[in-house]
DNA sequence: TTGTATACGGAACGTCGTTCCGTTTATCAA
DNA sequence: TTGATAAACGGAACGACGTTCCGTATACAA
């Protein structure tokens, strides 16, 4: 056996472990597929036909099904995918900025990543069970990466430490979806705003 | 050129205005889809088929498609349709109880309205161009209904009177998609709240 | 009652997500 | 290197959907 896994919990068929390694074609499809579904959903919305996906990826429909037991699983897939991501940022930037710039840069991260799935999280609510245990996704990988930089920064003096990290999260969410057409700048502004907040009452203690 | 006349706005096909009325059967068989519709899609959510639906009606799918242009059209009038009724309970709580209570009762009337299209709150942001009046119609019809409704009270002495309409439509509407599992009944109880925080500041009269 | 605009019903079309299976291929043991 | 075999591949085919089309039925004005 290859480690104590507690289940995948990923969309991905699980590769009926024992024998055989995953064939090097399959695992280059399942990438090309996984990069092609970013892009196709970013740029035509995650209505995107899977006929579509699998011609732009140069696959048979078949090998898409082969990987992904249904559309959602895919869609849940590519959205795991750029969880990771922005995730994975948090860490890279706290190796190689000080600590309030790198909040600073990780909450703009955040923000893009948001607004790009603005269309994802309509389809969130809609009752898909393929999609039930991405909240839960959302909040393991990132609020952890939010917590980091914000001890860091607090650590430093450089911010208050009386901020929930998944409140936080949450909150510029929400700033994200304004339901008017303020777009992505005006979310950008209230975000630098908020986090100019966070440094605002670094120099006191109290509340 | 058939008209002048400014756009129905409404999603039904418009009777071709001119020469005849519209035919008995035909605003028969539009009453009973819009009747089933509602019914339906409470039931079953607004991705009901059209097939069940038209069956349900005991009408042929043509028909459906006679008096709207596609499926959107059909949810969206149903939509109008819910919008105008909770409207139009204001007055008529207005006309039989006291204004205080007129308020409480209709805010409850409305809590049921917003957790009922919940499905429906959903699909409003997916993009279809069908749906992009319907926010501005939600506002048209529902901001008079709760204004009148807060201006009696505060003028009857009973409620602040520094309290905007739509912001408080907008908040109830909030509280009733916690994300949590609270239900229908958490939303109840925290509107409840609210009610008697506006009633709380009547006594006062600054901040 | 009759003429006709209007409305009706449902077969048929194109597209979608998904399944199925004959064919191809990567991998491993010999 | 070669052969055996499990794995992966591609795409035709299926059922369900939204939508269109058109021959038939019917309400209404005369």
Chains 1, 2 share one sequence.
């Not at 048979?60 to 590519?78: K, Q």
């Not at 009386?162 to 979310?187: E, F, I, K, N, W």
């Amino acid at each position: 056996m290859r480690e104590g896994i507690p289940d995948e919990e990923d969309g991905r068929v699980p590769p009926s472990r024992g024998k055989r390694r995953v064939r090097a074609d399959a695992q280059r499809n399942i990438d090309m597929l996984l990069h092609t579904a970013r892009t196709v959903f970013a740029a035509s919305g995650v209505n995107a036909t899977v006929r579509e996906i699998a011609e732009k990826a140069g696959v048979g429909i078949g090998t898409v099904y082969r990987h992904f037991p249904n559309r959602s699983a895919l869609v849940a897939a590519v959205f795991r995918h750029e969880v990771d991501a922005c995730a994975d940022a948090a860490s890279v930037l706290a190796a190689t900025h000080p600590p309030d710039e790198a909040l600073a840069t990780w909450m703009q991260r955040y923000v893009d990543f948001i607004v790009a799935k603005r269309g994802l999280a309509a389809a969130l609510h809609a009752g898909d069970p393929a999609f039930d245990a991405l909240p839960a996704y959302f909040e393991k990988r990132l609020r952890p990466a939010m917590q980091a930089l914000l001890e860091t920064a607090a650590a430093a003096g450089k911010v208050r430490g009386d901020v929930d990290p998944y409140d936080l999260l949450r909150a510029v969410a929400s700033l994200c979806t304004p339901d008017r057409d303020g777009g992505a700048a005006q979310a950008r502004r209230m975000v630098a705003l908020m986090v100019d907040g966070l440094r605002y009452g670094a120099t006191r203690d109290g509340c």
